[in-house]
Nanobody
Framework: QVQLVESGGGLVQAGGSLRLSCAVS????????IGWYRQVPEKQRDLVAG???????SYADSVKGRFTISRDNAKNTVYLEMNRLNPEDTAVYYC?????????????WGQGTQVTVSS
């Protein structure tokens, strides 16, 4: 099975920084895309940033230049460095990994971590 465990959320003032971590466990899990999404109440869950198996990255326009996604393959962990945070970044952040164990496809979510930015 595949499990994602997130950490690093919290309360920060506008202009501050946070780093989220997502540790992936799962024997022989071959990740093709891993990323971070965020969700506010009554809204859909939106992609914030993702990193593909080839190392290429993608970002939502609203976070470009402020957020950086990175992946440590040795630790099976993906990070989201968030800088110059503003109140509009307040949301529950979810880690998501898509990949295969053998021929079985997994689309796995973490439990979410709250990020609150005060003005």
């Amino acid at each position: 099975q595949v499990q994602l465990v997130e950490s690093g959320g919290g309360l920060v003032q506008a202009g501050g920084s946070l780093r989220l971590s997502c540790a992936v466990s799962g024997r022989a899990f071959r990740i093709i895309l891993i990323g971070w999404y965020r969700q506010v109440p009554e809204k859909q869950r939106d992609l914030v940033a993702g990193v593909h198996s080839d190392g290429s990255t993608s970002y939502a326009d609203s976070v470009k230049g402020r957020f950086t996604i990175s992946r440590d393959n040795a630790k099976n962990t993906v990070y989201l460095e968030m800088n110059r945070l503003n109140p509009e970044d307040t949301a529950v952040y979810y880690c998501n990994a898509k990949g295969y164990i053998g021929t079985l496809f997994y689309d796995q979510w973490g439990q979410g971590t709250q990020v609150t930015v005060s003005s």
